[in-house]
């Protein structure tokens, strides 16, 4: 599926900015360069920068792309790590900046109805000042759009209790390769005419179409939550509380687990105290009514101090509540900080295999000898291991790529997933018929060449 | 897309034997007639009847079938009112009640893993006795089966606080029309690899694969419910208090509206006792803790006195609140008998226009001379107007066909859809282009290409 885009001409050039306005077509060095990396570092430099303002600026632009062969790669803030937003083959990369409109919070029919550029927190924001709330929260929140979130179906600490994007997505509107509007879904909670394409839109990765309106389902906003912290002397202990929690019936709003590794980093970045001898920590969130809420949180800290937790606190108010979440949001800025680079897996399994694959991702840092910290949104099973590393270091760029030939191999044995939240971009496509047999990924091929039979829609990812 | 499925010959018969064993492909006229209708009336004989057991077997029979392009359509319970489980253009029937076991029920994952042929009740039996919830609870849920549920994304009284089937959906095994095995999802509730052609599949109405194995979410078993029936003396008043409850911030487990017409038909059948003047009647059901339950209870009973019910009544045992829920289900066959044939429409519409929706429903029964009830998932938008009639009667079901266009046109027109739970099958495949554009009728018809290229799949539904 490999093909080179051709350089833009003048004239297509010229064209473009007579549909987006001249200022709204980027082609200078340093705009090209802002947008040649995404959170996955590999740099490729697209030709251009289109800035639409409306869906039949976007149809337009499609009809020349599609007449000239142009790549297209939608692209929201850039924060997912797979090299989804990027321009694998050349052509131009299109931004949402100009269309961040919140164009309705609907209170009776609870739900929204938002342009692609909108900041996932600033829906949060809106949504809460009705009194609903928006449930998906990957970690990029606060720069991150819905369209993006939705082209990637992004999770967060969220989805042990309320699921990812695809769970609140309830319609879009997208335009295709050929420059037609799409229209799937709508309002309503119960829909079963036609074939799902809403659902199939989600996290396929800008290869489909480019959703230019997106309708979400809110919830209400719960009254209460609490937010406990346990501090664990065992890692193992901590895996298994977590099991433990799960099994119990508690269905908590968040379950992190933070190792060692990641907490040491934690800690000399003064982002927050833990006794030095912690293995692990688990961070737990309950929300809903104050008196079941209040229950909950007694039972997890029970729970947590049964299972060898050495200390359990609970966050007295919300400010206390949100310095525990401030170290957590830490994290990775940290780890970025000990090496160059700082490599973030995303291999998913079933919630009650955690404690074995913490075990097998410690042991294959010793194995390969390399620094990978643990992070997990342990709920539900979705692990990010942080390999802590330098991308110019040959030898262990190597030792890496073992490590994770290793690690996924034992993820899917173990029923997992190669990708829980992040993506498969071109940061792991070449899993992909690790995970998918050759009539399932034929089938992918297919689906793809229906919506965009020329291949200008983000081209090399993940298919 | 139509076509001719060529008469079995007797080597193609005796090739299926073969597969499947002899007495598990039928062909007697008994045998046919009974495949030959599902819950939509419309009767279509087909060639036979064939009861596999494995997956292996399936993939051998689709292979023939591919070879001598006979048409193939999977069939769980024939519950569907949409045709969608007939042989439309001839061919064979694939039934499942060979494949009919629970394999796995896993509390620590909370998933069941289960063939396509297993009843809906029995999964929830099942599921309850380890603790836990499977949700998505169909009326015809103590005879259809869990792959029929899936291929027609299932709904039923408690999407308002659960969705539906689709939402409860993991993974799948599913066999192409080329006999290959399709494998997509799995057991986490966290997985973005590749497109989602799990809920892809989910209400593709057995037009792309053969479903052979299914995976599905549990939940905790909520500890309490409250079962509450409030009447009232005005249609206007009870639908307008659905929305007030929506909009308060409880989410109902169920939130049922019967109007008059049913409620006559339902005490004249014995079902329950109403005052004779009782306009509407709302059923509604929380889960949860007891405290709250009893919280929630308290608010919704005042909720329906302050906007109008004359009175409303608590279910004080599991037994009153059966005998509540019995009289619900009576409605649909007490109203069956009312006139030979009753036709059921399923036209959702955002919440918010439910008032209007049904009153729009009051008018057409009138201006077309129409006898109809309005039985609603009024929680979630979810209508069931009940049109009784006479199939034979050439007059009143021309005036039928010009309601349910104006019906369609009002839904669509609201931001509602065709088909909320039930499917479009042939029964509303006409309406389709009323609700989707061109292109994404295209869209779809090269999805099903893709999938199906010689169109043997339950040839004839929707598309």
């Given at each position: 599926m490999r093909k080179e885009a051709p350089v833009l001409s003048s004239s297509i050039v010229n064209e473009f900015r007579t549909i987006v306005g001249r200022e709204w077509f980027l082609d200078e060095p340093e705009d090209l360069a802002?947008?040649?990396?995404?959170?996955?570092?590999?740099?490729?430099?697209?030709?251009?920068?289109?800035?639409?303002?409306?869906?039949?600026?976007?149809?337009?632009?499609?009809?020349?792309?599609?007449?000239?062969?142009?790549?297209?790669?939608?692209?929201?803030?850039?924060?997912?790590?797979?090299?989804?937003?990027?321009?694998?083959?050349?052509?131009?990369?299109?931004?949402?900046?100009?269309?961040?409109?919140?164009?309705?919070?609907?209170?009776a029919d609870m739900c929204a109805v938002v342009q692609p550029g909108v900041v996932n927190a600033d829906l949060q924001k809106e949504a809460a000042k009705h009194g609903l709330l928006y449930p998906p929260d990957p970690a990029s929140m606060f720069v991150s759009t819905i369209g993006g979130n939705v082209a990637l179906n992004a999770g967060g600490p969220r989805g042990v209790k309320y699921g990812v994007t695809k769970d609140y997505l309830l319609g879009l509107e997208a335009v295709l390769a050929s420059g037609d509007v799409l229209r799937t879904g709508?309002?309503?909670?119960?829909?079963?005419?036609?074939?799902?394409?809403?659902?199939?839109?989600?996290?396929?990765?800008?290869?489909?179409?480019?959703?230019?309106?997106?309708?979400?389902?809110?919830?209400?906003?719960?009254?209460?939550?609490?937010?406990?912290?346990?501090?664990?002397?065992?890692?193992?202990?901590?895996?298994?509380?977590?099991?433990?929690?799960?099994?119990?019936?508690?269905?908590?709003?968040?379950?992190?687990?933070?190792?060692?590794?990641?907490?040491?980093?934690?800690?000399?970045?003064?982002?927050?105290?833990?006794?030095?001898?912690?293995?692990?920590?688990?961070?737990?969130?309950?929300?809903?009514?104050?008196?079941?809420?209040?229950?909950?949180?007694?039972?997890?800290?029970?729970?947590?101090?049964?299972?060898?937790?050495?200390?359990?606190?609970?966050?007295?108010?919300?400010?206390?509540?949100?310095?525990?979440?401030?170290?957590?949001?830490?994290?990775?800025?940290?780890?970025?900080?000990?090496?160059?680079?700082?490599?973030?897996?995303?291999?998913?399994?079933?919630?009650?295999?955690?404690?074995?694959?913490?075990?097998?991702?410690?042991?294959?840092?010793?194995?390969?000898?390399?620094?990978?910290?643990?992070?997990?949104?342990?709920?539900?099973g979705n692990l990010h291991p942080l390999i802590m590393t330098d991308l110019h270091d040959k030898d262990e760029m190597g030792r890496i790529d073992r490590a994770l030939d290793e690690l996924f191999e034992t993820a899917l044995g173990m029923g997992g997933t190669l990708s829980g939240e992040h993506g498969i971009g071109i940061a792991k496509k070449r899993f992909m018929s690790m995970q998918f047999n050759e009539s399932t990924l034929e089938i992918m091929r297919g689906i793809k060449r229906v919506f965009d039979p020329d291949n200008i829609l983000n081209p090399g990812s993940f298919l």
């Open positions: 802002t947008y040649s990396y995404d959170g996955f570092l590999p740099e490729f430099m697209p030709d251009g920068v289109i800035v639409p303002a409306t869906t039949g600026e976007i149809s337009k632009i499609m009809r020349v792309a599609k007449r000239e062969r142009i790549n297209v790669v939608p692209r929201g803030a850039g924060t997912n790590i797979c090299g989804g937003s990027t321009a694998k083959y050349g052509g131009v990369i299109m931004a949402f900046h100009r269309m961040d409109r919140i164009i309705e919070i609907d209170t709508g309002r309503n909670l119960k829909d079963v005419s036609g074939y799902n394409l809403t659902q199939l839109m989600c996290g396929s990765e800008g290869t489909l179409g480019i959703i230019t309106e997106i309708t979400v389902r809110l919830l209400p906003l719960p009254p209460a939550k609490a937010t406990l912290q346990a501090v664990f002397f065992d890692l193992g202990d901590a895996a298994r509380t977590v099991s433990a929690i799960i099994e119990s019936g508690i269905v908590p709003t968040t379950l992190e687990l933070l190792d060692r590794v990641i907490l040491d980093v934690i800690r000399n970045y003064g982002g927050a105290e833990f006794s030095t001898e912690a293995e692990a920590l688990l961070l737990i969130e309950v929300d809903g009514e104050s008196d079941l809420v209040e229950r909950q949180g007694q039972r997890i800290e029970k729970f947590c101090m049964e299972k060898g937790a050495i200390e359990v606190n609970r966050a007295t108010s919300p400010e206390e509540a949100e310095k525990v979440w401030q170290a957590r949001r830490t994290a990775f800025g940290a780890v970025a900080s000990l090496r160059p680079n700082c490599i973030v897996e995303d291999a998913t399994v079933p919630v009650r295999r955690l404690p074995e694959m913490i075990e097998k991702i410690v042991g294959l840092a010793e194995k390969y000898r390399l620094k990978i910290g643990v992070l997990a949104h342990a709920g539900d």
